[in-house]
């Protein structure tokens, strides 16, 4: 028999104390997060078994729990004594578990988003286990539409299986039979014991509303999920790091959807800096990191996540032309303009959906699709569209090369070095494997040596090395990428100059910052770009130190928490984490550094 709970209205929450009764969703460092990802949506999971963030259907979709931004809703399993928390990635997938120690337990909870995924399907399981002892928890299930102002509109039970219902969408809770409706929250709460050696399955399917498809069985989701991830991830056994190029592979397919594209990362305005102005909405994909992932991918041999990122930037080329943006949505849509959600945002952030870079022009964009899709025809894994696309970057750099643009690092138009320089670099690897007639290549080579020649004679500063921009004389990391990706060679005395500055003015401890700000000490002014970090020991790699390389992989490759995801920049003084999470191009050059 059906029994129906028509929810209380109530008004959209103002802030924190929406949760004061559900001390889990009290937000936590950024280091003690986990993600969850089928390549369509996001999960982000707190120490306290809890679920603060996701977005339904699509990464930028609005968010059915966001209490990780102050908007309220959670799905939380909590052991009910008091416990200490770890937790760890199985191998090669990202199915998390958690783990809490108490004094007469130890529990883990096993979770996952089920794959293969679907676009208007998302599939959640959560096993509870009771490894050692009775491990007794508290399920409590939140949600609250549309960023915190979607009220449920009503709760109902078929058999074992509550249904809660949004205006658009709804959840299907299977498993939780002694659960009850909490009328003062509208959500759903039950406690529930385990016996020791037993486990306990929870399967939440959300989908648009009214949906009747059948719920998966636990055990079958779980197989099905497992198999996926067993087939998705190469050994890398030959890597420099096989486990963490290996998670790092897992990352990077998890953030990369089934229509091709990549999110820079999984969540929105996560803050850089506390009370700063630097929080962004990353939930989109970016050329550039798209660029730089496929590249990874193609020297890895993770061909899916490779393919995957040729056909996305071949596409959006050959569709844009010279008006490629520099991000899209993952199903190849425009960026929504930047506005604010009037919520009071993770501490010390803010509450931002939309990005301001869909109206930039970034000619480091362009070299870098070049590279990328240069590097798969090496790899004879360039189809027609790809070589069309080819050819359309090639005759964007031509056309647009002396025009200022927005740069890597995004800031108003000057004509920066690192944009023309990876112009060139990307017209030197397509000229290697141009096709046809000679003539192409000879004209990509010749068009290479202009931007360089012209860039040498106003990018270079009074100390020999590169400098950010004609009208700017400082350094910048970013420069790294020039020798690098071939654009100069590693012993040309302008690339000499620019290592030995950068490694004079913007390191710190053994990180790397991106460029000096002001006279402010550098930490002061930003966390260390974990990105350039690996830059630097791709440097050191193509110069032969392999010392200096190694070193450098390490010391960034230790810059993440427990879960080993990496954000965009690092707290150095207070080891934490900083920007949103995870940031997809820091695992894609993880990955390129271990391989290579």
């Known amino acids: 028999m059906a029994t129906t709970h028509r929810a209380r209205p109530r008004s959209r929450p103002h802030g924190p104390e929406q949760d004061?009764?559900?001390?889990?969703?009290?937000?936590?460092?950024?280091?003690?997060?986990?993600?969850?990802?089928?390549?369509?949506?996001?999960?982000?999971?707190?120490p306290h078994g809890d679920f603060v963030w996701m977005c339904f259907p699509r990464w930028h979709d609005k968010a059915l729990f966001s209490a990780l931004i102050g908007g309220g809703g959670s799905y939380a399993i909590t052991p009910m004594e008091p416990h200490v928390w770890g937790g760890y990635y199985e191998p090669d997938s990202l199915i998390w578990r958690s783990r809490w120690v108490t004094n007469t337990a130890v529990i883990e909870c096993r979770e996952a988003l089920a794959m293969p995924s679907r676009a208007d399907r998302a599939v959640v399981l959560r096993r509870i286990v009771a490894c050692q002892g009775?491990?007794?928890?508290?399920?409590?299930?939140?949600?609250?539409?549309?960023?915190?102002?979607?009220?449920?509109?009503?709760?109902?039970?078929?058999?074992?299986?509550?249904?809660?219902?949004?205006?658009?969408?709804?959840?299907?809770?299977?498993?939780?039979?002694?659960a009850r409706v909490s009328r003062s929250t509208n959500s759903l709460e039950m406690e529930l014991t385990v016996p020791a050696g037993g486990h306990h399955d929870l399967v939440m399917v959300v989908e648009p509303k009214g949906g009747v498809e059948e719920i998966p069985t636990s055990d079958l989701a779980w197989r099905a999920t497992e198999s996926e991830w067993a087939r998705r991830i190469p050994s890398l056994s030959s890597s420099a790091a096989p486990r963490d190029a290996r998670h790092a592979c897992a990352v990077l397919l998890g953030l990369t959807s089934g229509a091709g594209g990549m999110v820079a990362a999984a969540t929105t305005s996560l803050p850089e800096r506390a009370r700063g102005s630097n929080s962004y909405d990353y939930r989109y994909a970016w050329i550039r990191d798209q660029c730089y992932a496929g590249h990874a991918a193609l020297r890895a041999g993770v061909?899916?996540?490779?393919?995957?990122?040729?056909?996305?930037?071949?596409?959006?080329?050959?569709t844009d032309g010279p008006n490629l943006k520099p991000a899209y949505t993952v199903t190849g849509g425009r960026v929504p303009?930047?506005?604010?959600?009037?919520?009071?945002?993770?501490?010390?952030?803010t509450d931002l959906v939309g990005n301001w870079v869909n109206n930039q022009f970034q000619l480091d964009a362009f070299g870098e699709a070049l590279l990328l899709l240069a590097t798969a025809a090496e790899c004879d894994r360039l189809d027609v569209d790809g070589w069309r696309a080819l050819e359309t970057a090639a005759s964007v750099v031509e056309r647009r090369w002396r025009e200022p643009d927005a740069g890597i690092w995004e800031l108003d138009p000057h004509h920066w070095t690192h944009s023309r320089l990876t112009s060139a670099a990307?017209?030197?690897?397509?000229?290697?494997?141009?096709?046809?007639?000679?003539?192409?290549?000879?004209?990509?080579?010749?068009?290479?040596?202009?931007?360089?020649?012209?860039?040498?004679?106003t990018a270079v500063g009074a100390d020999g090395a590169w400098q950010r921009a004609d009208d700017d004389p400082r350094i910048d990391a970013a420069l790294l990428m020039a020798t690098v990706r071939g654009a100069v060679e590693p012993e040309d005395p302008r690339s000499v100059a620019t290592l030995a500055a950068i490694e004079a003015q913007l390191v710190d401890d053994g990180y790397l910052y991106r460029f000096r700000h002001d006279v402010r000490p550098l930490g002061d002014a930003e966390g260390a770009f974990l990105l350039c970090g690996f830059m630097m020991s791709l440097r050191h790699r193509v110069a032969g130190h392999r010392l200096e390389a190694m070193r450098w992989f390490e010391r960034t490759r230790s810059s993440c928490?427990?879960?080993?995801?990496?954000?965009?920049?690092?707290?150095?003084?207070?080891?934490?984490?900083?920007g949103n999470l995870p940031q997809a191009f820091v695992h894609a050059l993880l990955l390129e550094c271990a391989v290579t």
């Open 20 to 46: 004061d009764v559900d001390p889990a969703a009290a937000p936590v460092v950024l280091r003690d997060y986990a993600v969850l990802a089928d390549g369509e949506r996001g999960i982000v999971v707190g």
């Open 134 to 178: 009775t491990a007794r928890v508290r399920c409590r299930l939140r949600t609250l539409a549309n960023f915190g102002a979607g009220a449920v509109r009503a709760i109902h039970r078929e058999g074992d299986t509550w249904i809660v219902e949004h205006d658009h969408v709804q959840l299907r809770w299977m498993g939780a039979g002694a």
């Open 303 to 318: 061909e899916e996540l490779a393919d995957c990122a040729v056909a996305f930037v071949s596409q959006r080329l050959l």
């Open 337 to 349: 303009d930047q506005t604010r959600l009037k919520l009071p945002g993770y501490p010390g952030g």
């Open 426 to 457: 990307g017209l030197r690897a397509a000229a290697k494997v141009a096709s046809g007639s000679g003539a192409t290549a000879a004209s990509w080579t010749t068009l290479a040596d202009t931007i360089l020649a012209e860039t040498g004679r």
């Open 561 to 578: 928490g427990p879960a080993g995801l990496f954000s965009e920049e690092y707290d150095v003084l207070q080891r934490q984490l900083r």
